[in-house]
């Protein structure tokens, strides 16, 4: 009778003390797993997404029209005199593949004429939301004076009734993804023409787009 009164004896202060150490130990220990697993879950999604969804794509450009507008070229012979007003109007469209907004700041367009500047312009900055597209237009006329030493080939050229010209465009942004992560981009297009004198009109294009992320 004694042996069972002694095996109910209430635990003593240090066994409480022990056991309650215990008890708050396994509880942290639950705790701090349970925080571990959540942040290893979270950072597998969010490599996930980085990978797949958020990864950033090159912003397409794209030349979707291209029109002449001005005074028809011509050359005057024997006292040779060239007049020339032609302007090349583009239509330049952006395409934004990224799930994020794409805000480019100014962009410039160069048309060149035998690897030698004649003209430039300034495209308006904006704002292109995620996977959306937008178009700019810009419009490049050649200034003769800047010719200089291509004079005499643009003379040439425009009484064999062909002149080909070449664009190069580029459009600088920043890629906005979940409203704080951002990623500089730069659009660059680059677009040869050639425009029959006689018809005064764009016979053919060929474009090439890349970006820089």
């Given at each position: 009778m004694e042996a069972e009164i002694n095996n109910h004896q209430p635990l003593n202060v240090?066994?409480?003390?022990?056991?309650?150490?215990?008890?708050?130990?396994?509880?942290l220990i639950?705790?701090?797993?349970?925080?571990?697993?959540?942040?290893?879950?979270?950072?597998?999604?969010l490599l996930v997404?980085?990978?797949?969804?958020?990864?950033?794509?090159?912003?397409?450009t794209e030349i979707i029209s291209a029109a002449l507008d001005g005074i028809s070229p011509s050359v005057t012979l024997p006292a040779v005199r060239i007049e020339?007003?032609?302007?090349?109007?583009?239509?330049?469209?952006?395409?934004?593949?990224?799930?994020?907004?794409?805000?480019?700041?100014?962009?410039?367009?160069?048309?060149?004429?035998?690897?030698k500047q004649v003209g430039e312009v300034d495209i308006?900055?904006?704002n292109i939301p995620a996977r959306g597209s937008a178009t700019l237009p810009c419009r490049l006329t050649i200034e003769v004076d800047k010719l200089g030493s291509e004079i005499a080939g643009l003379i040439g050229d425009v009484l064999a009734g062909e002149l080909m010209v070449e664009t190069q465009t580029r459009i600088p942004g920043r890629l906005t993804f979940l409203g704080f992560i951002k990623k500089h981009a730069v659009a660059v297009s680059v677009c040869q023409f050639t425009i029959s004198v006689r018809e005064f009109k764009v016979q053919s294009q060929l474009c090439k787009s890349k970006a820089k992320i």
């Open positions: 240090e066994q409480k003390t022990t056991a309650k150490s215990y008890s708050r130990r396994r509880c639950t705790v701090c797993g349970t925080i571990i697993l959540l942040i290893l879950i979270l950072s597998i999604i997404l980085a990978l797949t969804v958020f990864k950033p794509k090159d912003p397409k020339l007003n032609v302007t090349l109007d583009l239509k330049i469209l952006v395409r934004n593949r990224n799930h994020a907004s794409f805000r480019h700041g100014t962009g410039k367009s160069v048309l060149l004429y035998r690897g308006a900055p904006g």
